[in-house]
């Protein structure tokens, strides 16, 4: 399986990759270091805290590799008047009869408190590729789904300014 990230997506795990390597690693192993020199290893919570911060770093360090290896870059442009990434998407929901608004973005950037969402959510990918005036049904899983409608579509780019996802 592999991830659909943009050249953006990509050179923000870079930037994060050398900074976790060149900047936090030191710092980390050298407080692993310290607190090793507290005495008894079975008693020294520092020093279970800062093997744990090790292994984070690690874990993530391993996860940005790997993403950045087996990414697919995807284009962002799409047609002016069909929902694309980084577009801001007004849709009706029929059920609820009101008007929601969204954003779809890469899956290393969403944010759905911000309603930020991926293209492969539920959501995003009901309406991903669709026009102004488009229909699309929402299946949440096999017992729920709802419908929307598209009402307006505002074209974004990828400005750089989603933070990639940290956890």
């Known amino acids: ?17 050398e900074y976790r390597i060149t900047k936090v690693r030191p710092v980390i192993l050298e407080e692993v270091k310290l607190t090793r020199s507290y005495g008894d290893l079975s008693e020294n919570a520092e020093y279970h805290a800062a093997k744990r911060e090790r292994g984070k770093n690690e874990s993530r360090i391993r996860y940005l590799r790997n993403m950045i290896k087996t990414a697919v870059i995807i284009d962002t442009k ?3 008047d069909t929902v694309g990434l980084f577009d801001t998407i007004t849709y009706y929901v029929e059920e609820d009869d009101c008007e ?12 759905p408190f911000n309603k930020i969402i991926s293209k492969e959510s539920p959501l995003g990918s009901a309406l991903f590729g669709k026009k102004v005036g488009d229909s699309a049904c929402v299946k949440i899983d096999d017992t729920y789904s709802y419908n929307v409608v598209i009402r307006k579509i505002e074209k ?9 996802r940290k956890y």
Not at 101 to 106: A, D, E, L, N
């Open 1 to 17: 399986m592999y991830d659909e990230l943009t050249k953006v997506d990509i050179e923000k795990m870079k930037e994060e990759l």
């Open 100 to 111: 929601e608004q969204v954003r779809i973005v890469t899956s290393l950037r969403r944010d």
């Open 78 to 80: 799409s047609d002016a």
């Open 156 to 164: 974004g780019e990828d400005d750089a300014s989603l933070e990639i």
